[in-house]
């Protein structure tokens, strides 16, 4: 059965941010995600991570001014001097934290402009090679239009051409099953095709993002094949329980009794 990392922005938000991580252990967590730790010291952060006995799997780097719209930079024009300092910003918490993956969000521009897409991939191969001396994947994830309008990287053909073309070993897929089931469906074959780039997993109940045992999905099944294709990282639950974190957590007993 696989290991699963609670997602502090999505799950325990019943407490403020720097509790969720004590709340998440003693719910039986190892480990933890979140989106962003940009409002917290590198070393709080690192504290309750200690204290409670839990892995940090991955977060993001600073979409902006996420109220504004912004969702990171990668493939935005006129932009890369603010991704070069998302990057130099992310650095103290992979410090502290002992991350190995860290996800880089494109922003929102249009996919089909090639000059874009060059941009992209050479920020990504900057930021990947700065990484990679510190042990450190860089991870891209396509996301669906329908939670984020207008977000660059919105197709999983589209990432599979970036990773081949940038050729950087530590520049990985963020497969989350959520947005992958919402934009084309055909999760467990896409999950055979892509796993030699697949970096880390997310997991959320289709169509509402709710607990993985709600909606569409049969991820008894899809945990069976991620097993089988020997995915040894964490599972991100990235998702927004239904009527209380504790209360939704009947699915991880169940799947890891």
Not at 209 to 229: K, Q
Request: with cysteine.
């Amino acid at each position: 059965m696989p290991r699963f990392a609670a997602n502090l922005s999505m799950m325990f938000t019943e407490w403020a941010f720097l509790d969720r991580f004590a709340a998440a252990a003693d719910a039986g967590f190892t480990a933890v995600e979140y989106l962003f730790p940009y409002d917290h010291r590198p070393d709080e952060i690192a504290k309750r991570l200690s204290a409670n006995g839990l892995t940090q799997v991955l977060f993001n780097l600073s979409p902006g001014d996420w109220a504004a719209g912004e969702r990171g930079f990668a493939a935005c024009p006129g932009r890369q001097a603010a991704f070069r300092d998302t990057v130099a910003t992310a650095f103290p918490y992979i410090v502290a934290t002992n991350v190995r993956r860290i996800h880089a969000m494109s922003g929102c521009a249009d996919p089909t402009d090639p000059k874009l897409r060059d941009l992209y991939l050479e920020n990504l191969c900057w930021a990947a090679d700065i990484l990679a001396r510190h042990d450190v994947e860089l991870l891209i994830e396509p996301i669906n239009p329908r939670d984020m309008p207008g977000y660059f990287l919105r197709d999983f053909d589209l990432a599979g051409e970036i990773l081949s073309a940038a050729a950087r070993s530590n520049l990985r897929l963020q497969f989350d099953i959520y947005h992958r089931q919402v934009l084309r469906g055909d999760v467990a074959t896409a999950l055979r095709e892509l796993m030699p780039l697949i970096g880390h997993i997310q997991i959320a109940g289709v169509p509402q993002r709710h607990e993985p045992d709600l909606g569409e999905l049969n991820y008894a099944f899809l945990f069976g094949e991620i097993d089988r294709l020997n995915y040894l990282g964490f599972i991100g639950c990235e998702y927004r329980p239904r009527a209380g974190t504790i209360e939704g957590l009947g699915w991880l007993r169940r799947m890891t009794r």
